[in-house]
């Protein structure tokens, strides 16, 4: 398949794991997503930027089946999924994870990891007992990578924000997706967890495909690689970072001329 990419003048072909061609989400006749053309290459870690409202969450509920699409058309591998489920979606390889960790605060860590299995969903593999000895390893080597592996029996609802952040992650990743949508992975963390966070994407951005959502600047610094600048449901600007920061359109609708000045 291959599509005509406006912002570059090119025509693009199916390396670009997901795709939007033509979309739009209008609600009440607020479009909250005009999207000519997006797509994001297999295993880049791509960052989304922009104002309140701007349309970033969205742009992964459209990509989630979350939110269905007014007009155009929502592919992944070539697929496409734009009449698709949340679940259907889920099983083909997409992943997300919101600003608030979903994580089951009654269960410890081991048993919020345990269910997560992908196996786990299914009525009649669950009458056969716990997980294999791979999945039991994968799961440790989940937690150890997290540093987690010192409260696999502690129940959820004493981690910090920052163990519930990685503990949700690593639920997700135990399903191995090959797109992992991340909503504002920094929100609420301390400096510490802050910087082990941007390790941890950086080193899934090997083997899987990132879009993540964030505000904290500093933090997308971390990440490096190609931002994208929403504004009211459009595509601003797009390119790494200092690029973006540099951009008059960008300034006057969301970094501010004094933050572009201090960095």
Not at 41 to 70: M, Q
Not at 141 to 167: A, C, E
Not at 221 to 227: P, S
Request: net charge neutral; charged share 25%.
């Amino acid at each position: 398949m291959t599509v005509y990419d406006p912002a570059s003048n090119l025509v693009k072909d199916n390396l670009d794991i997901v795709q939007l061609n033509g979309v739009t989400a209008v609600f009440d006749g607020f479009k909250a997503l005009d999207l000519p053309y997006f797509g994001v290459d297999r295993h880049e870690l791509r960052v989304v930027i922009g104002p309140n409202g701007a349309g970033k969450t969205t742009l992964c509920d459209v990509i989630s089946g979350k939110t269905r699409v007014t007009t155009g058309t929502v592919s992944f591998e070539g697929k496409d999924i734009t009449q698709l489920g949340e679940a259907k979606i889920a099983g083909l390889g997409v992943g997300r994870k919101f600003q608030t960790p979903t994580v089951f605060d009654s269960l410890t860590v081991w048993e919020n990891m345990e269910l997560a299995l992908p196996r786990r969903w299914h009525v009649v593999q669950n009458l056969w007992g716990g997980p294999s000895s791979a999945e039991r390893d994968q799961i440790m080597t989940l937690l150890k990578r997290v540093n987690l592996l010192g409260q696999l029996h502690r129940p959820s609802r004493y981690l910090s924000h920052g163990q519930r952040q990685w503990l949700e992650i690593s639920m997700l990743m135990v399903a191995k997706p090959k797109l992992l949508l991340v909503d504002e992975p920094a929100a609420g963390l301390t400096d510490h967890e802050t910087e082990l966070t941007a390790e941890l994407l950086l080193e899934l951005k090997g083997s899987h495909t990132l879009i993540v959502i964030e505000h904290d600047m500093e933090f997308v610094r971390r990440l490096g690689g190609r931002v994208t600048v929403l504004c009211e449901g459009k595509v601003l600007a797009e390119g790494p970072l200092a690029k973006v920061q540099a951009d008059e359109k960008v300034i006057e609708a969301y970094l501010g001329r004094s933050k572009a000045r201090a960095s």
